[in-house]
Nanobody
Framework: QVQLVESGGGLVQPGGSLRLSCAVS????????VGWFRQAPGKEREGISCTSSSDGTTYYADSMKGRFAVSRDNAKNTVYLQINSLKPDDTAVYYCATGRATRIDCVVAARYRWWGQGTQVTVSS
């Protein structure tokens, strides 16, 4: 059974940083890509990144390059999303997901079959 559990969200001041975690089970890194997404109130879900199942390379949506960084701890079956220089516009529920996404459709939500429950990130002073 594929499961993803996010954690690490919270209230952060503008300019701060957060590291979100996504603990996965029920599949191996070679099976599926792992993506990060976010959804702000009243907005569509937005793709941030995906880590390829073929070689572990991480790709970022153009709008997300620079302040977001993904890493992975194979021993802990956990993927991390580091977010730096947080802005109020980063306020959203952040999700990790897994599925058969490829390099071309890396940040397309419809390519991901399994989703975590999300973790809330609020950026406010």
């Amino acid at each position: 059974q594929v499961q993803l559990v996010e954690s690490g969200g919270g209230l952060v001041q503008p300019g701060g940083s957060l590291r979100l975690s996504c603990a996965v089970s029920g599949f191996t890194w070679d099976d599926y890509a792992v993506g990060w997404f976010r959804q702000a109130p009243g907005k569509e879900r937005e793709g941030i990144s995906c880590t390829s199942s073929s070689d572990g390379t991480t790709y970022y949506a153009d709008s997300m390059k620079g302040r977001f960084a993904v890493s992975r701890d194979n021993a802990k079956n956990t993927v991390y999303l580091q977010i730096n220089s947080l802005k109020p516009d980063d306020t959203a529920v952040y999700y990790c997901a897994t599925g058969r996404a490829t390099r071309i459709d890396c940040v397309v939500a419809a390519r991901y079959r399994w989703w975590g429950q999300g973790t809330q990130v609020t950026v406010s002073s």
